[in-house]
């Protein structure tokens, strides 16, 4: 992060022909200085606040503000701050960064629905910013934990992800006051201090060159602000330098002084020494996504291989430029202080259309490896072998598990370079490929119920687009996409209202698949509440469209939905008629399972009807059905509806005789008789629900 220019220590050097001191150029391991700061917030936890004092229960978790502009520490302070607290907050630490690296405030809900999945607690896809705060608050009501904000851009940010109880602590990080909390205990950092801001330069540059000249070492402290990222830049500079004295960069910048902010005189500096492949990619990392970089991001921005560019990244750390994340893959962070700096040399010394192309080449680099990564996991596809053997060797992952591994360490910048696309508005064809790639790539690794509230955003990201290009096709599958996620978390309303959004974008792409999905989808939002007159209306419009397309397996399938809409509203006539031509569709499409299934609820209509007779006779030409479907759960199923069906018409032996059936059919599949269902199920659209349809058919 931008602001733990503080936490130094030495980097394990990459590559050759580096000179010896860069080579032995710190890490961001150790903590330097601060000890009145952390003295003063540590005594802030337990002094009672204005609320103890007034004897009233304090209304919400005791806030910390380390405020101070970026460069400064901030960040660092905080982080120390928590290590050094977090024994005494057994539920553990929460981090959340509140500003993208422009400076952008990050919503509330993206904040929100971070930290629940910090708790490992499920996120809601879609649920807005007040449902997302009540649910964190209630999470952590019973917890006793430090939450770390990062880059507070305002009071509201901070005050949305407020735990109620006083038991947990808020470290919040900001340029200024968070005018409106209540009892907040600010703490202002300036530079550090002259001790320290030496020591910190030392780590560049080795004990010997301070020790034999103190006072420059004091002087170029002074001359920097003691501020921590200009320190670090100067020690890179001289570690860079062994034959430099200390002396003589405190006079040059001295010289060159002016009256702007000191880290840009030293920026200035340090960048002009850089060689030319190395500049370029530092400035051109002002692109990079949630400023997270990795070796082929850099390789992308710049055009050159991945090896030179991990390369070009080590040496940047060790220069000061960059911080190493913390990843178990080689992952970078480009300082928010820096950011400006680095926007405004790539303006300068790019052309706009040579940082759009370098723009999409690293997009076009991360659509590469998803799709790599979301192929691995098709190992018994012989197409998808071909496609990854045909792939570069550095776009190739070695297994599922390392695909998977990426893909969870690089998801927030992969999801930040989509809605950096996206808002782009120049690279649409790209940014619609990535996003595509992306939602499967998710499913594919975690699942659509785990990464419901990625897709959810990505999903609306493509409707964005979709709309701004007038692509009604793309805009029915991000409508359908979104509408079947809102139905999943109890949003029936909102997904039918999406539903009907798409079946209009559908009608206008003449997209029949669309249509027919939209339909049916409306039919099941209606079902879901309990207007099941109109389910039954929209399922059947849905029916006649399949029949009109000769698409028989779905018109079987809809006509079930039909009859289980009638079902539920009680017109059991119609219910039956339509099992009835449910099962005339699976015969002639030889489908078996599908036939036993239609029978089973035939039967049950008949029961719910009066007609026991009738339904033990449709129950037992089930279980027949089923047992040549080699369905056992569905075989036990029926023996237990069966043997309810003879208890009710007074036979009690046989019916014995059928649950003695039934459980030695389940014996071996470790499910209670009570479980195996054989209703009607909903039903599953396949991949398509999930996959943004796109003009694009090699992707």
């Known amino acids: ?241 062994p034959t430099v004295a200390v002396s003589d960069l405190a006079k040059q910048l001295r010289a060159e002084d002016d009256g702007g902010p000191v880290l840009a005189r030293v ?110 996991t098709e190992t018994d596809s012989p197409l998808a072998r071909e496609k990854l053997l045909e792939m570069p060797k550095a776009l190739r992952f070695p297994n599922p598990r390392a695909a998977e591994e990426w893909l969870r360490v690089r998801r927030p910048a992969l999801l930040a370079a989509a809605r950096l696309a996206v808002a782009d508005g120049q690279l649409d064809t790209l940014a619609r490929r990535l996003m595509s790639q992306l939602v499967r790539a998710l499913v594919a690794h975690f699942g659509t119920q785990a990464a419901a ?42 997904a039918l209202a999406r539903y009907r959004a798409a079946l209009d974008a559908g009608r206008q792409a003449n997209d029949p698949y669309a249509t027919g999905r939209a339909m049916e989808s409306v039919g099941g939002a209606h079902q879901e509440l309990e207007d099941y007159e109109r389910a039954a209306d929209w399922y059947g419009r849905a029916l006649a469209q399949r029949l009109a397309r000769d698409e028989r397996e779905d018109a079987a399938r809809l006509y079930g939905r039909i009859a289980t809409a009638y079902t539920y509203a009680g017109r059991y006539g119609e219910a039956l008629r339509n099992w009835s031509s449910a099962l005339t569709g699976h015969r002639r499409l030889g489908d078996v399972g599908a036939q036993a299934r239609a029978l089973s609820e035939m039967a049950r209509v008949q029961e719910y009807a009066g007609r026991p007779e009738e339904a033990l006779s449709t129950c037992q030409e089930a279980v027949e059905w089923a047992r040549r479907a080699g369905d056992v759960r569905l075989q036990a199923a029926l023996q237990i509806r069966l043997a309810d069906t003879l208890e009710r018409l007074g036979d009690p032996a046989a019916a014995r005789l059928h649950r003695g059936a039934a459980e030695r059919l389940l014996d071996g599949e470790n499910t209670p008789p009570e479980t195996a269902g054989t209703g009607e199920t909903e039903p599953e659209h396949g991949p398509n629900a999930y996959e943004i349809r796109s003009a694009s058919a090699k992707d």
Request: glycine fraction near 10%.
């Open 1 to 241: 992060m931008a602001d733990q220019a503080v936490d130094t220590g030495g980097a394990p050097a990459s590559g050759t022909g580096r000179p010896p001191a860069v080579e032995a150029a710190p890490t961001d391991s150790q903590f330097l200085g601060r000890t009145r700061e952390l003295k003063e917030l540590r005594a802030d936890i337990d002094r009672a606040g204005l609320n103890t004092l007034a004897g009233r229960k304090a209304p919400h978790a005791r806030v910390l503000l380390i405020a101070g502009r970026p460069g400064f520490g901030r960040t660092a302070l905080a982080e120390e701050l928590v290590r050094q607290i977090a024994h005494g907050y057994p539920d553990g630490v929460l981090r959340a960064r509140l500003a993208e690296p422009d400076g952008t405030r990050v919503p509330v809900e993206r904040a929100a629905g971070h930290l629940l999945g910090g708790l490992g607690l499920p996120v809601p896809a879609g649920a807005d910013e007040d449902d997302l705060s009540e649910a964190l608050r209630e999470a952590l009501t019973d917890r006793r934990m430090v939450l770390l904000l990062d880059d507070a851009v305002d009071a509201e940010q901070v005050d949305a992800l407020l735990p109620d109880t006083p038991d947990s602590l808020v470290v919040a990080v900001s340029g200024g006051p968070l005018t409106g909390i209540s009892d907040v205990r600010p703490c202002t950092l300036g530079g550090l201090d002259t001790k320290s801001a030496v020591a910190l330069l030392e780590r560049f540059t080795g004990s010997v060159r301070i020790t034999v000249d103190p006072r420059s070492a004091e002087i170029l402290a002074e001359v920097c602000a003691a501020q921590p990222a200009a320190l670090r830049l100067a020690g890179g500079w001289l570690a860079a330098r």
């Open 267 to 376: 920026f200035r500096l340090s960048y002009a020494a850089l060689p030319g492949t190395a500049a370029r990619i530092l400035r051109l990392l002002a692109l990079a996504p949630a400023g997270l970089v990795d070796p082929h991001i850099a390789s992308g921005l710049a055009g050159c291989s991945v090896g030179a560019a991990r390369t070009a990244l080590d040496d940047l750390v060790a220069l000061g430029f960059l911080h190493r994340a913390d990843s178990a893959m080689p992952q970078y962070e480009v300082p928010g202080c820096l950011q400006p700096l680095l926007r405004a040399a790539a303006e300068s010394q790019e052309k706009p259309g040579e940082l759009q192309l370098a723009r999409a080449r690293m997009l076009e680099r991360t659509v590469r490896l998803l799709q790599s990564c979301r192929a691995i």
């Open 453 to 494: 509230a990625d897709l959810y955003g990505v999903h609306r990201l493509v409707l964005d687009v979709a709309e701004r290009r007038d692509l009604p096709r793309e805009k029915a599958a991000a409508l359908l996409n979104l509408g079947d996620l809102d139905a999943r978390t109890g949003r029936t309303k909102a």
